[in-house]
């Protein structure tokens, strides 16, 4: 039985140049125009992880968790005194003020864990593959509701609260959360669903799951110890989703 043939490889290298493109712009971004390293992270949030969007043209899955472990570990080696010139830059680019006093970039390394968790589950079948429109839809509501929560509340939040003490939310924030999320789930619903032919869903179903997807991001934004959202959103947000197709009929 064959596991690995040449398009595997070719999935692969797309896969790996599309996350270093987008990493490299935020460095451009910071190195070149000034912008501070709070914005070239978020730049990064937005758009890295779509890298899991090559998973449906895979002729075996398994390949894309290699792709995403890749990145957990090279993120988690990534820091200001790494001897390896690119990693040091890669930590410039996503830093924290609070992450040079541990010399980890945490917040982009559980966002790469959490990707490789999620997709290893359905890339091996743990899960069956067909229903990673769930993975898909909390890792989307990932990249863009809590990507955008921060400038959002930034700008424009003047309604602010606190679950627990240091994690500082406001409405406008957990409503960017909502809408970016909303966005990202219905997008990855679809994608990984009737566009990539991995399941048939039709729009009702596709809207129903996206707006739980967003409702149930955004609470777990909002309830969340700072620094560990990139690790609670997506795998409570996979699993509403999956708990939800199937109390819907919509998966068996």
């Given at each position: 039985m064959v596991f690995f043939n040449l398009w595997d490889l070719v999935v692969m290298?797309?896969?790996y140049l599309y996350t270093i493109i987008v990493i490299s712009v935020g460095e451009m971004?910071?190195?070149k125009t000034g912008y501070p390293s709070s914005f070239t992270r978020k730049i990064i949030h937005l758009f890295a992880g779509f890298a899991i969007y090559t998973c449906p043209f895979y002729p075996h899955y398994w390949p894309a968790t290699i792709v995403a472990l890749?990145?957990?570990?090279?993120?988690y080696l990534s820091g200001p005194k790494s001897p390896v010139k690119k990693l040091a830059s890669w930590f410039e680019a996503m830093a924290r003020e609070e992450d040079y006093e541990t010399g980890h970039i945490f917040g982009p390394f559980y966002y790469a864990l959490s990707i490789t968790i999620l997709v290893a589950i359905f890339s091996f079948q743990i899960l069956p593959v067909q229903y990673m429109f769930t993975a898909a839809a909390g890792l989307t509501v990932m990249y863009w509701g809590d990507g955008l929560a921060a400038p959002i509340g930034k700008r424009w939040g003047k309604h602010q609260y606190q679950i627990f003490p240091g994690a500082t939310r406001s409405v406008e924030g957990s409503l960017g959360v909502f809408a970016g999320g909303f966005a990202g789930a219905l997008l990855a619903i679809w994608f990984f669903g009737p566009f990539s032919g991995l399941y048939p869903l039709v729009w009702q179903q596709i809207l129903i799951l996206?707006?739980?997807?967003?409702?149930t991001g955004m609470f777990v934004e909002a309830v969340s110890p700072r620094g560990i959202d990139n690790i609670t959103l997506p795998f409570t947000v996979t699993g509403v989703v999956y708990l939800v197709s199937i109390s819907l009929g919509i998966i068996t």
């Open positions: 290298f797309i896969a971004l910071r190195k890749t990145f957990t570990i090279l993120l996206a707006f739980i997807a967003a409702i």
